[in-house]
């Protein structure tokens, strides 16, 4: 009998209740996951009990969500200290001779450099620059964002630091077997790397689409507005007067984006606001407009005099590429409960979701990570708008002041996290575990001042963090009550029963049934939660055939890292999913033939590297 016990059946239910809420978005994943861990406890199948062997809370200490965290504190300190950003110059500087060269450069740097460091920032870093260098260059985005976000995830796979998902199953695995060292996984790795490089400067290359980006949408030259300042005069007949009953809701060539009282930005939405003398009026609109505000000309508006309106200056409008972050507080709500013009003085002109621009009727959709929204306003205002959590900027770098002097010591630190963590146990240098590295260094980066405590907390990725922790619960559950022993169990009959394979293929056919699975998961839900609920019962699968298990770790580890035929399967692909214009089917028509290669080349390399 497959099931057991109540407890079984009850956590067989949840983890169907759990998948379906991943791949349906009920919930933020970290609430599905923390949820999952909380009905576990709940139910008897964990308890919190000190001591004991199902204590739920002993996922808080587990290695891998503190080394996670740790990692994205390194990752800060490097782009705090204007480490990425240098590379990222020196990328514009060296890759702008052409097309194919630009490519390559960026393949190698980003594969290179996300190997060791958190690759969302790396992305984040260098999106902005390679939109730049599109627009500058008339390239096409679309050829070179989802080799931009290909290259971060291949990259990750080269080392135990290099993405989460490596991390969360070597520590699941590292109870059961031998750690995995930080550089076990790089010949592989590397491979990887080498196979998506080939790929994408000959085949995917031809497969990438020619996508149209968000500003592209709107003609500079024809569309270019301004922003004019005025305000209510003595005596004015704006004062006291609503806004819809005023002449100003009337025009048509210039609209009202803010107005403000006493200094002030006035929150009410426009309908319900009414003037009153002295209020600052900022108009946006096309120059004849504006200039038929100040002069009675050429407007809908019958004069400046009737309006009792004095200008006070005029600027130009700036239009922005702006993505939503998977950290914004703007997520869920929509442009008009957020009042979003009078809040920030700016206007949004069209939303770009899931390979769709929408220009018209966005104001009732509700924002979601990786939207990205055309933004136009003053440049002041454009500023104060990207330096907040809720936007990354896709149409320039970001420029914050950076504390170069700082740089040396996070190189530093990581040169040495690198050093031991590759050289520990040898040449009298003492093994090191990977979280007490971890730890070290991002100590390290804080007691130097490369980084803030407080950015260092910004820095973290709660979300993941916490996801982390409920998914290893749920691991946590499945071995203790059972579950992943006779799922094991049924999976090793079914591979035995067939008489047509011979007993030797056996665990090779296991080892791909492994990545595939692993692999087509992470397509769907976080590529963090196939490791935690995948990597014990690749475990129990290799016991149970009398093998090593450390290959079907493997298998599950990279089957989950190589996420490149969906837009949703990995964090980085979300970003430039909006940015470049690209639809769902681009990332499959270009992302499926590279997971088949990659699922071959993991078939053959995996057992090779490491023998059953």
Not at 69 to 88: K, N, P
Not at 367 to 392: A, C, N, Y
Request: charge should be neutral; charged fraction near 15%.
């Amino acid at each position: 009998m497959f099931f057991e016990n109540g407890q079984q059946v009850f956590l067989a239910i949840l983890m169907v209740v759990v998948f379906t809420a991943f791949v349906k978005e009920w919930l933020s994943t970290e609430l599905v996951a923390i949820g999952g861990l909380v009905a576990c406890i709940f139910s008897g199948v964990l308890s919190v009990t000190p001591g004991a062997e199902n204590n739920a809370l002993l996922v808080f200490s587990h290695p891998a969500p503190i080394t996670v965290a740790c990692m994205f504190i390194m990752s800060a300190a490097l782009d705090r200290t204007g480490v990425i950003e240098s590379l990222g110059n020196w990328f514009e500087k060296f890759a702008g001779g052409s097309p194919m060269r630009m490519l390559v450069v960026m393949l190698i740097l980003v594969a290179s450099l996300s190997g060791f460091v958190n690759n969302t920032p790396v992305v984040v870093v260098f999106m902005p620059i390679v939109l730049g260098i599109c627009r500058r260059k008339d390239y096409k985005a679309s050829k070179f964002l989802i080799p931009l976000s290909y290259a971060a995830v291949a990259g990750g796979t080269m080392t135990i630091i290099g993405t989460s998902t490596n991390l969360v199953a070597a520590g699941i695995a590292n109870k059961e077997m031998r750690p995995f060292t930080m550089f076990e996984i790089t010949p592989l790795g590397l491979t990887f790397v080498v196979v998506v490089f080939v790929y994408m400067i000959t085949i995917g290359r031809k497969l990438l689409p020619d996508r149209t980006t968000l500003a592209a949408l709107i003609d500079n030259e024809t569309s270019r507005e301004f922003i004019t300042h005025a305000f209510v005069k003595e005596n004015s007949p704006l004062a006291g007067q609503l806004f819809p009953d005023s002449e100003l809701a009337k025009i048509k060539k210039a609209r009202v984006i803010e107005v403000r009282r006493d200094g002030n930005r006035l929150l009410d939405p426009l309908p319900e606001l009414r003037f009153k003398m002295g209020d600052e009026i900022v108009f946006k609109g096309g120059v004849q407009a504006l200039m038929g505000i100040k002069n009675n000309t050429d407007v809908d508006v019958r004069g400046e005099e009737k309006l009792g309106l004095e200008d006070i200056r005029t600027e130009s409008a700036v239009l922005m590429e702006g993505i939503l972050g998977p950290e914004s507080s703007l997520a869920g709500r929509n442009l008009k409960e957020l009042n979003f013009r009078q809040r920030f003085g700016v206007l949004i002109l069209a939303v770009h979701r899931k390979g769709e621009n929408l220009r018209e009727r966005f104001e009732d959709e509700r924002l979601k990570f990786g939207d990205t929204l055309l933004v136009q306003g003053p440049s002041e205002k454009m500023q104060r708008l990207f330096q907040q959590k809720d936007f990354i900027n896709l149409s320039a770098p970001k420029h914050q002041e950076s504390r170069t002097h700082k740089a040396p010591f996070v190189l530093m630190s990581l040169a040495a996290f690198i050093l031991i963590g590759a050289l520990g146990g040898n040449f009298g240098i003492p093994a090191v575990p990977t979280v007490l590295l971890a730890m070290c260094c991002a100590f390290g980066v804080l007691v130097t001042r490369c980084l803030d405590p407080h950015e260092a907390f910004q820095a973290i990725e709660w979300k993941v963090v916490f996801m982390i922790c409920g998914m290893l619960g749920l691991g946590m559950a499945m071995t203790h009550s059972g579950l992943a022993a006779n799922t094991a169990g049924a999976v090793v009959a079914l591979v035995d029963g067939l008489s047509f394979v011979d007993a030797g293929m056996k665990p090779y056919i296991m080892l791909a049934a492994f990545y595939l699975l692993s692999n087509v998961l992470t397509e769907m839900i976080s590529n963090n939660a196939v490791a935690a609920l995948l990597t014990p019962l690749s475990i129990y699968v290799g016991i149970q055939m009398g093998v090593d298990p450390r290959p079907f770790v493997v298998s599950v580890m990279f089957g989950a890292s190589a996420s490149f035929s969906t837009p949703i399967g990995y964090q980085t692909n979300t970003f430039v999913y909006g940015a470049g214009g690209y639809k769902f089917s681009d990332f499959f028509k270009v992302g499926f033939p590279l997971n088949v290669m990659l699922w071959i080349v993991a078939s053959i390399m995996i057992p090779w590297l490491w023998p059953f």
